[in-house]
């Protein structure tokens, strides 16, 4: 009965003194506050949702693709090989759109064109390895690069941690489970959950404006 009485503001002075009821309030409170926060950290999944803002921004029509592309190599980034391999089949394509996603856990991301040869077994696939290259490979990522021609054929990988073609003595190499694929537009991200890394030496390459840079030590 005391409790009932409690929850109605108009009844706390019946609870005891006005002091005590406003302690037993505040507790409540507080109490109450504390089991919201925890039931909601603990019922939030992130989905993915399309950005309200991105109608109201410049058209996509008032950008051109040349453009975008031009704009966007500007940006310096490291250039990758990811690899994977279904039922001993590998598959590969060069990615410069790679990036770490999360801290704990260990989760990467690169976007893969729709229109690749080898989407679907990426798409589809549970694991791929990103190769971080350095200068030597540079030849190689042309060759992933392209369309149509035997990437595997030069023998350059070999099997990694968790049995993924990985490249040898190059700066990083991450064997991933992946954990998600999003749409992006005419991409998928592919997101993975680092599994196993191999951190060798020499300087990453940079892909900027079109061509390969090198990094002063
Ligand atoms: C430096 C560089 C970076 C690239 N980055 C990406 C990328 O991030 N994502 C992508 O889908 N294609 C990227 N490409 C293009 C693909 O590597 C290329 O289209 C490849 O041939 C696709 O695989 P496929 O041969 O199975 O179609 C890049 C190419 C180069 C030269």
Redesign the pocket.
């Known amino acids: 009965m005391i409790r009932q009485k409690i929850w109605k503001p108009g009844a706390v002075r019946l609870a005891g003194s006005d002091r005590y009821a406003r302690l037993v309030v505040y507790w409540l409170h507080c109490h109450y506050r504390e089991a919201e926060r925890s039931t909601l950290h603990a019922t939030v999944t992130p989905v993915p949702v399309p950005f309200p803002q991105a109608n109201n921004a410049m058209s996509t029509d008032a950008v051109s693709t040349d453009q975008f592309k031009q704009a966007m190599g500007l940006f310096p980034s490291g250039?990758t090989i990811v690899t994977t391999s279904v039922n001993e089949e590998r598959f590969g394509?060069?990615?410069?759109?790679f990036s770490s996603l999360s801290l704990s856990p260990p989760l990467i991301l690169v976007?893969?064109?729709n229109s690749?040869?080898?989407f679907k077994p990426f798409n589809t696939g549970k694991q791929f390895a990103v190769n971080i290259i350095d200068e030597k490979y540079e030849e190689l990522?042309?060759k992933?690069?392209?369309?149509g021609c035997d990437k595997f054929a030069g023998d350059e990988f070999i099997e990694g941690g968790v049995g993924l073609p990985v490249l040898p003595d190059t700066p990083v190499s991450l064997e991933c489970r992946t954990k998600h694929v999003y749409p992006g537009g005419d991409?998928v991200i592919l997101v993975g959950e680092v599994e196993h890394l191999t951190l060798g030496t020499g300087l990453p390459t940079v892909?900027h404006a079109g061509g390969f840079r090198k990094l002063e030590s």
């Open positions: 250039v394509f060069t990615a410069s759109a976007c893969l064109a690749a040869d080898c990522a042309m992933f690069a392209t369309k991409h892909w």
